[in-house]
């Protein structure tokens, strides 16, 4: 198809720093009571001044040599200027003119191959504050809450290289993950700390056409920044086919009509008056620190994955489950490297075992279970001394209760599972008292094996192996049909 849509993306990540970027508050705002992390400077009273936290541009380089970008040695803060009840101060300051980094790029993984995106842009700016509208507390009204004004963020702009929704969402998680890496944001959407403004224009590349660019701003969640794309894709593409006109402007998601509606035009670079902060120095890196701070850098997520496939065997999307749960991920390594079967581990972690991580919203490292508890259960499993169905009914008790498998099985009483004579006679027992369904069942309904399975694993409490019933019961129900 020759209509195509641009993606670009703008990012803002919270730093994870104790403090500030500008003064000593702490940046602790998430559900802190409003007003109470503010001082002078973050809300820009006369004569305050503001003081570099050097912890920020660590951050932002750590950050900038991830992305692969050239690190600006000299970078200007500058004023961003409008007015807006939640920024006290009158302006923003930011990295407009010379940010920290530059032209760099992050590799991403999509339907199984591999795209480089590129990064325009990596600058050092301050939050702006919060605003109340609908308080629970307080009567009705606007309130305002400086708490989030001067804290630290990151901004990275990505170049228009996504090409679907999918992509853009990849790109998010993958900066996520390696801001997470990193140990400079804490990637936490619901909390603000991860914010996405996506950029979108669609193009016709076989008649040269295409729409004006819409931004989309403030989405919170990964998922609905993709369905807005989504939708928005829809909806540019529709104009450009029937040659209707449309306008550059900043659109939201809303969550309840599942469709982005106006928010305003887009206003000009120029309208925000960006001159250099006269209040902060330059930021002046040495070549010798920046390559000290590269040599330090942990392994990032997209090398992991690529490590886990080949060292581990492991599938594109089980790698991605590891690297997406780092304490599911260090319990695998550490199984594995016990010696335990990749494909046995991986079937309980990834299977049974995160449903119930899942459900719970707790991770591993949080239960009672252990890897050599695993290893019992993969041996017993194994050895036919109890079934996958049997140790998923005891899940729940594994995981909570910090006691061997055995242990709970010879407490429970349950031993006989797998032994054949044992089913053999349940079995034989449910049959007789059948009649009707066994005749039925030579006579062609297959379909009451079920049934039967049913009946033995009832009177077995769910304890026996439904694969050996299921077999026991065929040769049951269809040797009758050579004895007669
Ligand atoms: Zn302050
Ligand atoms: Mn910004």
């Known amino acids: 198809m020759s209509i195509k849509p641009q993606i670009g993306l703008e990012i803002h990540a919270q730093l994870l720093t104790n403090t500030k970027a500008f003064c000593g508050c702490s940046s602790e705002s998430f559900e802190t009571p409003p007003n109470t992390h503010i001082c002078e400077v973050c809300t820009g009273q006369p004569g ?8 920020i541009v660590a951050f932002a380089v750590k950050a900038a040599l991830a992305l692969n970008c050239q690190i600006n040695e000299r970078s200007v803060f500058d004023r961003k200027n409008y007015f807006y009840p939640d920024l006290s101060k009158g302006f923003q300051i930011t990295q407009y003119f010379h940010p920290i980094a530059e032209n760099g790029s992050l590799l991403i993984h999509t339907d199984g191959r591999k795209k480089r995106v590129r990064i325009r842009r990596v600058h050092i700016e ?11 507390t307080l009567p009705g009204g606007t309130y305002v809450d400086y708490n989030r004004c001067g804290i630290a963020l990151l901004e990275v702009v990505t170049e228009p290289d996504l090409d679907t929704s999918q992509e853009a969402h ?8 390696t801001f997470r890496t990193l140990g400079i944001c804490s990637g936490d959407m619901e909390k603000g700390a991860l914010r996405c403004d996506a950029n979108i224009s669609v193009r016709d590349t076989e008649r040269g056409t295409s729409t004006a660019r819409i931004e989309i701003k403030n989405v919170n969640s990964f ?7 989504e939708y928005e894709f829809e909806r540019l593409k529709t104009a450009l086919i029937s040659g209707e006109k449309t306008v550059s402007e900043t659109r939201g998601w809303d969550q309840v009509s599942r469709s982005t509606v106006s928010l305003r035009n887009k206003e000009d670079d120029n309208d925000y008056r960006y001159f250099p902060e006269p209040d902060l120095p330059d930021i002046v890196l040495e070549r010798t ?8 850098l942990p392994e990032l997520p997209v090398d992991k994955q690529d490590r886990l496939m080949e060292q581990y065997g492991l599938t594109f999307s089980e790698s991605k489950t590891y690297l997406d749960e780092p304490e599911l991920e260090t319990f695998f390594v550490e199984a594995v490297e016990q010696g335990l079967p990749v494909k046995s581990v991986n079937n309980w972690l990834l299977g049974e075992i995160q449903k119930m991580l899942k459900e719970r919203g707790v991770t591993i490292d949080q239960t009672a279970l252990t890897v050599s ?7 017993w499993v194994s050895t036919g001394k109890t079934t996958n169905h049997i140790v998923k009914t005891l899940m729940p008790d594994l995981l909570d209760k910090g006691v061997a498998l055995s242990q709970i ?3 429970r009483g349950i031993s006989q599972i797998n032994d054949r004579a044992y089913v053999t006679e349940i079995s034989s027992r449910v049959v007789r008292r059948n009649p009707e369904q066994a005749e039925a069942y030579l006579f062609g309904k297959t379909g009451l094996l079920k049934y039967f399975i049913g009946l033995v694993m009832k009177e077995t409490k769910g304890q026996c192996d439904p694969y050996l019933v299921q077999e026991i019961l065929k040769e049951l129900l269809e040797g009758k049909n050579d004895d007669g």
Do not use: Y
């Open 48 to 55: 305050a001044l503001p003081t570099l936290n050097g912890v």
């Open 126 to 136: 301050e939050d702006a504050g919060k605003l109340i509208h609908h308080s629970t």
């Open 170 to 177: 990849a790109f998010m998680e993958t900066l996520r993950n």
């Open 223 to 229: 998922k609905f920044v993709q369905k807005a794309l």
């Open 289 to 296: 620190w920046i390559e000290r701070i590269r040599s330090e």
């Open 373 to 379: 508890r695993l290893a019992e259960i993969i041996e």
């Open 409 to 411: 099985l010879s407490e």
